[in-house]
């Protein structure tokens, strides 16, 4: 079975400093989508970024980016300039081999500190 | 990306009662997916509704538990069945969108069995 994994259940960082939140997974598909949601205490799930697996380019969403190492099969989140706002559970996505069914990592707990 | 409505958005039932949870999507979808989020867990796929034919299943989740229904392509209810304490979790539903948008889903209902 496919798999995503994040070894960070919870993580801390200070108001408008840089904090990056691991992802790994499991694959034998050679084109795939990954994505990061982000889960706010409103428990409504919001996508923050994703990333083609067939383009090298590294996605940018603004204050959000991900370093994607597609031999090693990680996909971090980094969050720059981090804001009050960006407190709640972070969530890496992967949709299931020669499926659209999206499999999920255990998510990370991210606090904003102020 | 598709805007979807997900009702109720929370709810406190008997043990023993049933519950139907309804999405309603604001455009045609093939595919639409139910996920059971237990407290301070991740999401889980419970199944894959798809108009015209019966859900698929995913393993621990059965028809029984969990029936689905798919009347079109814009609307599909989840009913949590014989409700136990431990059924208490968030239910969401998805839709797939092209991959430029990532997957959209409802707000979620929460689910409280006492």
């Known amino acids: 079975a496919q798999t995503v994994t994040q070894s960070q259940p919870e993580m801390s960082v200070q108001e408008a400093e840089t904090v990056t939140l691991s992802c790994t997974y499991d694959?034998?598909?050679?084109?795939?989508?990954l994505f990061w949601y982000k889960q706010p205490p409103s428990r409504q799930m919001i996508l923050v970024i994703r990333?083609?697996?067939?383009?090298?380019q590294n996605a940018t969403e603004n204050r959000f980016s991900v370093n994607f190492q597609k031999a090693a099969k990680s996909f971090s989140l980094k969050i720059s300039d981090s804001q009050l706002g960006d407190t709640a559970m972070y969530f890496c996505a992967h949709p299931q081999g020669g499926s659209e069914k999206l499999v999920f990592g255990k998510g990370t707990k991210l606090t904003v500190n102020p | 990306s598709a805007v979807i409505s997900q009702k109720p958005s929370r709810d406190i039932c008997q043990r023993g009662t049933s519950l139907t949870i309804q999405c309603q999507v604001d455009s045609q979808v093939t595919m639409m997916f139910w996920y059971r989020q237990q407290p301070g867990q991740s999401l889980t796929l419970i199944a894959t509704?798809?108009?015209?034919?019966?859900?698929?299943?995913e393993s621990g989740f059965v028809i029984d538990k969990f029936p689905i229904s798919r009347p079109n392509l814009t609307f599909s209810t989840l009913t949590v069945s014989n409700m136990s304490p431990e059924d208490s979790s968030i239910y969401l539903c998805s839709v797939p969108g092209q991959a430029l948008y990532g997957y959209t889903f409802g707000s979620g209902t929460r689910l409280t069995v006492v």
């Open positions: 694959t034998s598909e050679n084109n795939y989508y």
């Open positions: 509704a798809n108009q015209g034919s019966e859900a698929t299943y």
């Open positions: 990333q083609e697996a067939y383009k090298q």
